[in-house]
């Protein structure tokens, strides 16, 4: 075996192409397979060590060029995920083929070669067979070198029931019936080069759109029978995205087909398998006739993102885990560029403001993380996809790009790309491109922003016509450690002065830095156009120069930014409660939806932190917030409004009748969803998960019973989940207990459930009562639920915001630590702390 410190595989032999061949049992739920890897063997060995995990090795043999054949030794090592053949005499540097036979099961687990079902037209269980590798699973669906360097080409057969679709990475080079037997054999293409994590095979039933070619490459999208119809937005955002990505990298897309499939069961999102793309049902498949504006984005989001993977992911792969932001900061950044090209009316750039503000709210913690950060075993890649790789990363580098200029930056993308296509790179190759392409020192900026953790909250104040800027590390808890870290910070600027508006763009790099203007200063903008990562906070002059006219001198994004900045100082103990429920009062005007996005979600977390009597306080000043906001924009969509209005309207009568507990809102909504229900197009489709949340806030047992009849018998994946998760936002225990059971007993995907369970967790009415069902149903959980969403659904334990609640949540959790998440529990509890340190500073307030 190798060093037994070492989570890495030798680089002695190394894979140049895999035939597999495997035959899934739909009936039994397992597999049994074979395949010859032809390999490189670099210096004379007596071992080859892979990885194998779950898998029955039966037989291991090797040929080397002249044609000798030695059968081989097994030894699978579980613990670590590998198998070791060893052989009774050296094997010769050069090419030799290594034949392996072997057998695994198709777990439940949703990760590796796993089973799926759906419910047929006769209402039965219909079996099917997905895979998700990424990040270390390719080695629970055959023998491999499962890790990302480890480049190859793949061909795959796959032997099914002839009545049954399979589905690859390639397209289809021969498919033969198989006397006698009721099977199929499907012979697929050979695969472009790429790492083990990007293999796919889907069986099943399956229904496929009519292919529209996109280049040469023709794009389905394929789903189980019935769920067709819901299709055709997922075939138009997904050829226009695939269209932009080509033109925008220079690279036409590398697949010989691209079929996107929607999985009834699936962990994540989405994954970007080359040419197999799967997701989840929610991110593909929609009614574009009823699903709302945010519903529409979730999907056109996610097929971009996958599609952007092709060439960001795929084509050119990071070198190790560690630089997985490579892939997925990328495909976000990408993602965005494309929707709002298609779609310029849904302001995509500006909606970014808001996931921009999530990986804020992670990066203030001291428990933060670099978005490249080492990793070494397998589940601490699986720890790597969160806000911070995403949302953080595509951040950094809109900011870049902002700063860079948009065909400068394009270009040094095109050029890191042609250098590396069909390889790995490493974050360096990534500055060498930019830098060699717009000769700034991006390497220096850049390095600030990705290798450490954190942020700089910048001050600025003016002294006549001198601005002065200042930069300190952000955090929520303040404890006097890593001070002196600093970054090079992008600043752009927009400043009033006497003589008129100037706009300037610079590098702070030093801890303070003075920018002149020939005349006196009236107001100034730091971080105009919100594209910097980072917050800013204005001395009492500045700031109530800004809160006099915000709609005169700043943008909905810079609006939002002010807004996000306060709150996130407010949580910080620099700006005082009081101060920042006065600025959110002077928004009664506002009229954009992420601006109002931000102001809600505050008051979603204050509420969870208050006690019952500051509550009723906080309703009532927030019932004078959103009145206006409502009877301005109405109940009903106007003639010409935007899309985004008519979200802004839903999400505005929702915080009125759940946050505000507006009784005549919520007399409204249950009169309007009541003829909603006799007819669907009475209502704004917008207006729809408004009315559910009142009716669930609300609500009775007729109410639930209502609701969870919805559920199960949904016509839509975004239906399903909507009235799901309305289920745990009812406040009675007795209707809480079957949602909780919900979580367990099976009647909810396991996809869906730790989701469900969050969504309780952070109920503050019921948050006791799911705290203690989540104790005593632990080991069910981590049994039943995908290992990467245990960490996700811990997530609500930010809602647990009592001392005493906080001290269990401790407790618990040292006991019972979550193998997966170790990064992502420590962020957890730090949030936790952060409210229950707003709790105590604020017990006076609101009385």
């Not at 909250?457 to 001198?466: D, F, N, P, R």
């Not at 600093?486 to 300037?504: D, E, N, Q, S, Y």
């Amino acid at each position: 075996m190798a060093e037994p410190l070492s989570h890495r595989l030798p680089t002695t032999v190394t894979p140049e192409r895999y035939v597999i061949r495997l035959t899934p049992d739909l009936t039994t739920w397992t597999f049994a397979g074979d395949e010859t890897v032809t390999i490189q063997i670099h210096q004379p060995v007596g071992t080859i060590l892979l990885n194998a995990a779950e898998l029955a090795v039966d037989s291991v043999s090797i040929k080397d060029a002249k044609g000798k054949v030695l059968a081989g030794n097994v030894i699978l090592d579980h613990e670590h995920e590998r198998a070791c053949f060893s052989f009774p005499a050296d094997l010769p540097v050069g090419r030799s083929e290594l034949s392996i036979k072997f057998s695994g099961i198709l777990n439940d687990k949703l990760h590796g070669f796993y089973r799926s079902t759906y419910k047929g037209a006769d209402g039965k269980d219909q079996p099917l067979a997905s895979t998700q590798f990424e990040s270390t699973d390719a080695r629970r669906a055959f023998p491999c070198w499962d890790e990302p360097a480890f480049k190859a080409v793949y061909q795959v057969t796959l032997l099914v029931d002839e009545k049954l679709t399979a589905i690859s990475n390639a397209g289809i080079a021969r498919e033969t019936i198989v006397p006698g037997t009721g099977k199929k054999e499907v012979v697929f293409a050979d695969t472009m080069k790429m790492s083990t994590y990007l293999v796919a095979f889907i069986v099943g039933e399956f229904e496929a759109t009519e292919p529209v070619m996109v280049g040469n490459a023709p794009l389905r999208v394929w789903a189980v029978p019935g769920k067709k119809r819901l299709a055709n937005f997922a075939v138009d955002i997904g050829k226009a995205s695939l269209e932009h990505f080509s033109a925008y990298y220079g690279i036409p897309y590398p697949g010989d087909k691209l079929d996107l499939i929607a999985i009834p069961d699936f962990a994540s999102g989405a994954m970007e398998n080359l040419g197999a793309i799967t997701f989840r049902e929610t991110a593909l498949l929609v009614d574009s006739e009823k699903a709302t504006r945010a519903e529409l984005e979730r999907v056109a989001d996610v097929v971009s993102h996958e599609n952007a993977h092709m060439w960001f992911g795929d084509l050119v792969t990071m070198q190790w885990w560690n630089g997985l932001w490579l892939n997925e900061a990328f495909a976000t950044f990408m993602e965005m560029l494309a929707v709002d090209a298609w779609k310029p009316a849904w302001r995509r750039w500006d909606s970014f403001t808001v996931s921009r503000a999530a990986a804020m709210q992670v990066d203030g913690l001291k428990s933060t993380r670099p978005i490249e950060f080492p990793v070494e075993k397998p589940e601490e890649a699986a720890g790597m996809f969160d806000v911070l790789t995403y949302e953080k990363g595509a951040s950094v580098l809109r900011m870049l790009e902002q700063y860079l200029g948009a065909e400068a930056f394009r270009d040094g993308i095109r050029l890191y790309l042609q250098r590396h296509q069909y390889d790995n790179a490493e974050t360096t190759d990534l500055w060498d491109a930019l830098e060699d392409s717009t000769q700034q020192p991006v390497r220096a900026l850049m390095d600030t922003w990705i290798f450490q953790p954190g942020y700089p909250l910048t001050s600025v104040a003016k002294e006549g016509k001198t601005l002065v800027l200042s930069q300190q590390i952000f955090r929520y808890i303040q404890d006097g450690t890593d001070q002196a870290r600093r970054w090079h910070v992008p600043i752009f600027l927009r400043v009033g002065t006497r003589a008129g508006v100037v706009t300037k763009t610079l590098l702070m790099t030093e801890q303070e830095q003075r920018v002149e203007f020939s005349d006196d200063i009236d107001w100034a903008v730091v971080n105009a156009a919100g594209h910097g990562f980072y917050r800013v906070r204005y001395s009492a002059e500045l700031a109530t120069a800004l809160k006099s006219a915000l709609s005169k001198v700043l943008s909905a994004v810079e609006r939002f930014s002010l807004v996000n900045d306060a709150w996130a100082t407010t949580l910080g103990g620099i700006t005082s409660l009081t101060d920042y429920l006065d600025l959110i009062e002077l928004l009664r005007d506002e009229d954009d939806v992420n601006v109002w996005t931000t102001v809600i979600g505050s008051c979603h977390h204050l509420a969870r932190i208050l006690d019952d009597g500051q509550c009723a306080a906080l309703e009532k000043r927030l019932s004078a917030l959103f009145a206006p906001a409502v009877e301005r924009l109405g109940w009903s969509v106007k003639a010409g409004e935007s899309e985004l209005a008519s979200q802004l309207r839903g999400d505005l009568i929702g915080a009125l009748g759940t946050l505000a507990d507006d009784k005549p809102t919520q007399a409204r909504a249950r009169a309007l969803f009541a003829a909603y229900e006799t007819n669907a197009d009475v209502v704004d489709r917008n207006l729809i998960p408004a009315l559910v949340s009142i009716v669930a806030h609300t609500g009775g047992s007729d109410d639930y019973e209502k609701f969870s009849s919805k559920f199960k018998n949904a016509q839509t994946p975004q239906e399903e989940t909507r009235y799901l998760f309305a289920l745990g936002n009812f406040h009675d225990a007795q209707l809480i207990e079957p949602t909780l059971r919900l979580t367990i007993n099976g009647e909810v995907r396991t996809q869906n459930s730790p989701y469900l369970m969050r969504g309780i967790l952070l109920n503050r009415r019921a948050r006791d009562q799911a705290w203690a069902f989540m104790k005593s149903h632990w080991d069910e959980m981590l049994r039943q639920y995908p290992d990467n969403s245990i960490p996700r659904m811990c997530e609500g334990v930010i809602g647990l915001a009592t001392a005493e609640l906080e001290a269990e949540v401790k407790s618990f959790f040292a006991e019972h630590p979550v193998k997966q998440g170790s990064k992502q529990m420590e962020q957890h509890l730090e949030r936790l702390r952060v409210a229950v340190a707003c709790k105590e500073r604020w017990q006076d307030l609101l009385r």
